[in-house]
Nanobody
Framework: HVQLVESGGGLVQPGGSLTLSCLAS????????MGWYRQAPGNERELVAT??????NAANSVKGRFTISRDNAKNTVYLQMNSLKPEDTAVYYC??????????????WGQGTQVTVSS
């Protein structure tokens, strides 16, 4: 297992920007895919964006506005959020998925950080 700690959430106005950080307890070079998910009140958890060692992917609802990136030296994954909308309000969770040498699948989550977009 890997421990994940999110930070950077807060209250922002519509159209504003915010950057979230996810610090992992070990090298993210050994983690196949890291990602950001979110859950709004009354809704199910949904994918926001993912990143591997060579590619990124983002949900259609955030394409062009959110950017996922990583700093391997700092064991950290970021989510830069621009042009924020009220519907982006949610708890944002960091996720790590990988397979070990025996083929066992691991899927770990952070505690989450609240993002509120409101005027």
């Amino acid at each position: 297992h890997v421990q994940l700690v999110e930070s950077g959430g807060g209250l922002v106005q519509p159209g504003g920007s915010l950057t979230l950080s996810c610090l992992a307890s070990r090298s993210i070079l050994s983690i196949d895919v890291m990602g950001w998910y979110r859950q709004a009140p009354g809704n199910e958890r949904e994918l926001v964006a993912t990143i591997s060692t060579s590619s990124t992917n983002a949900a259609n609802s955030v394409k062009g506005r959110f950017t996922i990136s990583r700093d391997n030296a700092k064991n950290t994954v970021y989510l830069q959020m621009n042009s924020l909308k009220p519907e982006d309000t949610a708890v944002y969770y960091c996720n790590a998925r990988w397979l070990d040498v025996s083929g066992n699948e691991f899927d770990d989550w952070g505690q989450g950080t609240q993002v509120t977009v409101s005027s």
